[in-house]
């Protein structure tokens, strides 16, 4: 469709603006129309003359039709394959590589186990490199990149106008009818207001999530997430919590609607965005595990960090509203400094400082925001350096730093470190 569209401009931009395109009516003496007189000569400045509307003029509306073809086929996207660009080399590149890449110890688990580390700059893959058992062709557990990708599929249901953020969750999740005044907007901020607990394996005995995941929440981890306390009126305060995504997962099934739930995010994300290889865990209850179980190959996941970073438009197509993406980057008010490694958006992570503190990620610029899990898991996303970073990892010691890595990869790909 672009390239038909940016054809009949060129054409018509031609037709009526290099050369003039008024045509004489006369007739012969037969009645029928003579052929289209045009002329050779260069068009005149006065063929803009407001007292001849018949000529020239009307071409001029399809300017910017033009300017938008050309900026869009200008930018490169992913096919069936990714684009390739030159790759840089020297010692930033080692840079890079020996802290993502340090000898691996299989045996112990210790140290940075980094499995995947993919660059996308421009559109273009310039960085590629795997370790342990991980290739390319390997769909990897995500781990809470999930909830990134939860909010993602929900971007698209939001363009389609089947929910706004200020709904009752209650009204697409009837188990929550106990709590009438918790909104779509406090899951998407971890702010429900549930009384959670966010451990994991160092701290099992008490954990929510782990009991949700592995044990007494298992079969429908949003039900056992809509039994728990509250601590806090929704909205109110932060507290990150898996349960939180998983209700968001829950209340998608009446937002899209039954039938159209089980295959919806790939119809509706991964399948525009050509992912093929997507896999998405359900409880037993039929309900996507939105915090935690989303497998996707380091090259896929690349191209949901290019969707966002193009503002949610994926070619000529807006997949998802500006607007989405503007919510999903705007920072959670009631945030305090020190509450998390990084500020919460509408489920991603930003690198925005939280009042009084510095970026989380100094070192990269403050467009900076992500999709993180545990282990090491991330899709960072730059818009001003027009850059997509996806890493994963099996970092089980804390040893990985998210602004190491970045330091890095603006020092290799963007020229610069930032202030």
């Known amino acids: 469709m672009g390239a038909s569209l940016l054809a009949i401009a060129v054409d018509q931009l031609y037709r009526c603006w290099l050369i003039p395109c008024y045509r004489e009516q006369a007739r012969s003496h ?8 045009l002329s050779s000569t260069p068009a005149k400045l006065d063929r803009f003359n407001p007292s001849e509307p018949h000529r020239m003029r ?6 910017p039709l033009l300017l938008f073809n050309l900026s869009v086929h200008a930018e490169d ?61 390997t769909p990897h557990l995500t781990w809470s990149i999930s909830k990134s990708l939860m909010a993602t599929v929900f971007g698209v ?51 929510s999530v782990v009991a949700m995941l592995y044990t007494r929440g298992r079969r429908d981890m949003a039900a056992f997430t809509a039994q728990h306390e509250r601590y806090s009126p929704p909205g109110q305060s932060f507290r990150y919590s898996s349960g939180d995504s998983n209700l968001l997962a829950a209340a998608l099934k009446n937002i899209v609607g039954p039938a159209r739930y089980p295959d919806y995010p790939w119809t509706a994300l991964f399948e525009p965005l050509g992912i093929r290889h997507a896999v998405w865990e359900t409880d037993a209850s039929g309900t996507f595990v939105g915090s935690s179980y989303a497998y996707l190959t380091a090259r896929d996941l690349a191209r949901v960090g290019l969707l966002m970073q193009r503002d949610g438009r994926w ?28 500020v919460p958006g509408g489920h991603w992570w930003l690198n925005r400082a939280a009042d009084p503190g510095l970026r989380p990620w100094p070192d990269a610029p403050a467009d ?4 993180l899990g545990h282990w090491g898991q991330a899709l960072y996303v730059i818009p001003s350096a027009r850059l997509v970073i996806v890493r994963y990892g099996d ?19 963007a020229g610069a470190v930032q202030p």
Request: charged share 25%; hydrophobic share 35%; proline share 8%.
């Open 30 to 37: 037969k009645g029928m129309p003579q052929p289209a007189k």
């Open 58 to 63: 009307k071409g001029w509306f399809l300017i």
């Open 77 to 137: 996207w992913p096919g069936e394959q990714w684009p390739i660009g030159p790759t840089p080399t020297g010692s930033s590149i080692e840079a890079l590589e020996q802290y993502a890449f340090p000898p691996r110890d299989d045996a112990t688990r210790q140290g940075i186990r980094t499995d995947a580390l993919l660059v996308i700059q421009d559109g273009r893959l310039v960085y590629e490199r795997y370790a342990g058992p991980t290739s390319a062709d």
């Open 157 to 207: 249901a939001y363009g389609e106008r089947r929910f706004a953020l200020q709904d009752p969750v209650a009204r697409y999740y009837p188990a929550l009818s106990h709590s009438p005044d918790l909104t779509l907007a406090d899951l998407f901020h971890w702010a429900s207001g549930v009384d959670w607990q966010e451990d994991y394996e160092y701290a099992p005995l008490h954990s």
């Open 315 to 342: 070619g000529e197509r807006q997949l998802i509203p500006k607007e989405w993406v503007a919510f999903n980057r705007e920072p959670f008010a009631r945030f305090q400094a020190g509450q998390d490694e990084a």
């Open 368 to 371: 900076t925001y992500a999709a």
């Open 395 to 413: 970092d089980r010691d804390g040893s990985y730093r998210h602004n190491e890595l970045l330091k890095r990869v603006m020092a290799a790909f």
